[in-house]
């Protein structure tokens, strides 16, 4: 059975009541499938051919890079959307492997059925425009990121793309683990990069934060 109350709060019914979703839902198809902590949901080059709503718990999204390791793309948890970039399209495919990393409750709407919903509503139609256009945007960094082969044209990029033009501390809300698995390295060699980088006078590090001490040569690095 759906959460309305919690499905309302889902960038793609944003604005919608508890009601007005729960009346909007007896007009379709739908399934509400539940997963145990480490089960697999969907895998990478799997058909697209459905909206895949995270209503209980929370999942990670996994793809591999040019040279095989395996590099978390994201952490999502309820009431997030899976792809939502690639429901339609001609290579509509998911590009991620998910897995549960809790016990998760997912709303599953076939893609005949979710048309239905963008044809009542226009607002979930805006909504679901503005989150497509998010993720797009947050895929390109994603593969532009993954375009990077050493460890530290990695820790460059994700520095000065927190940074910005302006800062320059970046407070980094990832621990060493969470970063290493992000860059898709093992955290001793994350650990000894930082460190080569601190003694090079690149960066500052203190707990969490870090300071960008030359954002030329952070930049350099980027260029190969």
């Known amino acids: 059975m759906i959460q309305p109350e919690i499905l ?29 902590k480490n089960d697999l949901i969907t895998i990478a080059g799997e058909v697209c051919d459905r909206l895949l ?14 040279s095989g390791k395996t590099i978390k793309i994201e952490d999502m948890s309820a009431p997030w959307p899976l792809a939502t970039a690639f429901l339609f399209g001609k290579e509509n495919r998911f590009p991620v492997t998910v897995s549960a990393t809790s016990d ?15 044809q009542l509503n226009s607002l979930i139609l805006n909504n ?14 994603k593969l532009k990121f993954l375009s990077f082969k050493t460890i530290r044209q990695k820790i460059a990029h994700y520095l000065l793309e927190k940074a910005g033009e302006r800062l320059q501390t970046v407070e980094v809300p990832q621990s060493q683990k969470q970063l290493a698995e992000m ?6 060699s994350l650990a000894r990069t930082l460190g ?28 190969g």
């Open 8 to 36: 309302c709060q889902s960038p793609i019914f944003r604005g919608i009541s508890p009601d007005e979703l729960q009346e909007l839902f007896r007009q379709i198809h739908y399934q509400v499938k539940s997963y145990q």
């Open 53 to 66: 709503i995270i209503q209980e718990g929370s999942v990670k999204a996994e793809m591999n890079d040019y």
């Open 104 to 118: 998760v409750v997912m709303v599953s709407i076939p893609k005949p059925e979710f048309v239905k919903l963008l």
């Open 128 to 141: 679901y425009l503005n989150t497509i256009s998010t993720r797009a945007q947050f895929l390109s960094q």
């Open 183 to 188: 860059f898709g390295v093992t955290r001793p």
């Open 196 to 223: 080569e980088m601190v003694q090079e006078g690149l960066i500052e590090t203190q707990r969490r934060a870090i300071k960008i001490l030359d954002k030329a040569k952070m930049n350099q690095l980027l260029k």
